[in-house]
């Protein structure tokens, strides 16, 4: 251990050995060998199994009457989706925080930094915009250590209102069910039930009520998606309207839609 | 020269490709899915992900992805090998402090389980024949340094390819081959008391780069995100600790632990590793490993 600095302090070389030290360089071995193993196995299988996900919920619509173009659209918009709903946020931050802008404006003190796209300001570039440019000149699009992101984003994309994405209805499913024929037997238990649906940018609560073996009502009791779920606020009436978890899609919130069908699948399976 | 930004793990991640060419776009859309995939699994802060659904049942073996395993088995691992400063049973510690919001949502998420305020890493047990994890006693896994980690590895070998790149992840960082100017690239290493200011600047080249430091994220008063287990308290007496090791998931676990152990023990530790490192005290003395690049 060498240590260089102002101040000398006494030295007690080896007197904080933690643990026992005999893995020691299996630590270096087994992180290597995990990332290989996760970059190995872990992406393909969960991303199959997700595109499985995906298919088998745009499947679940086009099975039923949607017209055959508009399903092939939909079998092709999940993907679609994903990625834009991915990039989507990238913007948010800048835009809400002024000061995040300021921190994150492009390069102003590396000045030989090739300028990147206008609308991509580089995290990896951390310096204040104000402060003297360093001589050290940390050259093309040095990575800092440590960015100056810190809390304030943590809240940011919660008060940001993401553009609104422009509602259209995939489909129109499934026509109102007819009045329900005399059931043999109530299909729910009366009670208020909840669910959770899950999706790839976060999870929503369904709070389903059963009123003499119907549907009463569904709502979104917890919304933890990083989007709105105002996006998808047309879709709860569409339950008890159909006494039905078969909800229409939303094109560009496909997956917010589909946590909130397997929300209300859940909410509904604990009615039984 | 294509150059991405996203949000990820609760910070920005950038990637920034030398060359273009060949499938670039693909490469770095499946880079940033890693960030995404891993935090989807790993991350503490919704019920649902498989790390809260793990750490809502004790004492039962649970089977686990190939991610979720790696992670909790690399963590375990380093905080046997730093003595239990690094140890991923915090989780409890860091809601009870306020560190407990998502941060795509700010909702608060609560601990489904009463929590044994001295439960550690020893309580966790992996089986490597079934790939199971068995919590002995209800904890709350916390896993956010070893996924950023990893998530920034797995993205690096998605662009190996393209051999010159540069991946940060909100201070964790790994830099593929050359800069633009075909040299190593050249990082700073933030100053921790000055705003703006360098402490020094590395030469890295196929190596991670991490920095924990007291600076980045703070709860209620003056506590910041890096938890001493021993204590359950703030570490207090190194101000940054940066880590140049192979992977960034070592690098940024390296650096927690170097961060909780102090200067001394944490020099100690990562010589043994062979590994190099660099802590800064709040008295700003320095005191780092023997092979550190430093630019000239």
Redesign the interface.
């Known amino acids: ?7 000398e ?1 006494p ?2 070389q ?8 005999k ?6 071995a ?3 060998a ?6 190995a ?3 393909v ?3 199959s199994a997700a595109e499985q996900l995906d298919a088998q919920s745009v499947e679940r619509r086009v099975a039923q009457d949607a017209p055959r173009e508009e399903s092939a659209r939909a079998e092709v918009r999940p993907g679609e989706n994903r ?1 834009e709903e ?2 989507a ?2 913007s ?2 800048a835009a809400s925080d002024p000061r995040e802008i300021a921190e ?1 404006a492009p390069a102003p ?1 590396v000045s030989n930094a ?1 300028s ?2 206008p609308s ?5 570039e ?3 915009p ?3 440019p ?1 001589p ?1 000149a ?10 100056v ?3 304030p ?3 940011a ?3 940001t209102p993401v553009p609104e994405p422009k509602l259209v209805a995939v489909s129109i499913v499934a026509p109102p069910a007819p009045a329900p024929a005399p059931p043999p037997a109530p299909k729910w238990k009366d009670g208020t039930y909840y669910g ?1 649906g ?1 999706s ?4 929503i609560q369904a709070e389903v009520v059963v009123a003499g073996g119907r549907i009463a009502s569904a709502t979104i009791s ?5 989007y709105p779920c105002s996006v998808i606020d047309r879709l709860p009436p569409e339950v008890a309207q159909r006494q039905s978890p078969e909800v229409d899609y939303i094109s560009r919130a496909t997956q917010s839609t589909n946590a909130f069908y397997y929300a209300v699948v859940e909410a509904l399976g604990k009615a039984k | ?1 294509p ?5 990820a793990m ?5 990637i ?1 490709v030398v060359r273009a060419g060949g499938d670039v776009d693909t490469a770095m ?2 880079a ?3 960030f ?3 935090e ?2 790993c991350t503490r802060f ?3 992900s498989e790390l809260m659904q793990l750490s809502a049942q004790s004492g039962v073996a649970v089977p686990a ?3 979720l395993y ?2 909790v ?2 963590a375990v ?2 905080a ?6 690094f140890d991923p049973t915090v989780g409890h510690k860091m809601a009870a402090r306020g560190f407990n ?7 608060v998420v609560r601990a489904a389980v009463g929590v044994d305020g001295d439960v550690t890493y020893r309580d966790v047990r992996l089986d490597p024949e079934r790939r199971t994890i068995t919590l002995l006693r209800p904890l709350t896994l916390d896993l956010g340094a070893v996924a950023k980690g ?1 998530a920034v ?2 993205a690096a ?1 998605e662009l190996v390819s393209f051999e010159d790149f ?1 991946i ?1 992840a ?2 964790d ?1 790994y ?1 593929g081959g050359v ?3 075909g ?1 190593p ?6 100053h921790p008391r000055i ?4 402490i020094t ?1 590395l030469r890295v080249s196929n190596q991670a ?3 924990s ?1 007291d ?4 709860g209620a008063g003056s506590d910041h995100h890096i938890l001493n287990p021993r204590c359950g308290t703030s570490a207090g007496s190194v101000a ?1 600790a ?1 880590v140049m ?3 960034a ?2 690098a940024d ?1 390296l650096a927690t632990a170097a961060f909780v ?2 200067p ?2 944490g ?3 990562l ?5 190099s490192g660099l802590i ?1 005290t709040p ?8 092979e550190l690049p430093h ?1 000239a």
């Open positions: 251990m060498k240590k260089s600095g102002s101040v302090g030295g007690k080896g007197s904080g050995k933690p643990g026992s030290g893995v020691a360089n299996g630590l270096v087994m992180s290597c995990g990332v290989l193993a996760v970059y196995a872990g992406y299988r969960t991303r990625q991915r990039r946020p990238e948010v931050p994150l003190t090739p990147p796209a991509h300001a580089p995290a990896v951390v310096f204040e104000a402060a003297a360093a050290v940390v050259a093309p699009v040095a990575p800092v250590a440590v960015p992101v810190s809390a984003v943590a809240q994309p919660v008060a959770w899950t790839r940018h976060g999870d917890d919304c933890r998606t990083r | 020269m150059l991405r930004t996203q949000i609760d910070t920005l991640v950038s920034h859309e499946r940033f899915g890693w995404h995939e891993i989807d699994r919704r019920t649902q992805s190939t991610i790696e992670a088995h690399f691992t380093l046997e090998e730093s003595g239990g400063a919001r998502e941060h795509r949502t700010g909702e990893l590895d797995a070998r540069a940060d909100g201070g960082l830099l800069n633009p100017e040299e690239w050249r990082v700073g290493i933030r705003e703006g200011e360098l600047t780069v991490c920095t430091g600076y980045e994220r703070r940054s940066t090791a192979s992977g998931m070592l676990g152990l102090g001394r023990e020099i100690a530790l010589d043994r590793l062979g590994v800064v008295e700003l003395e320095r005191y780092e490993t023997g630019a």
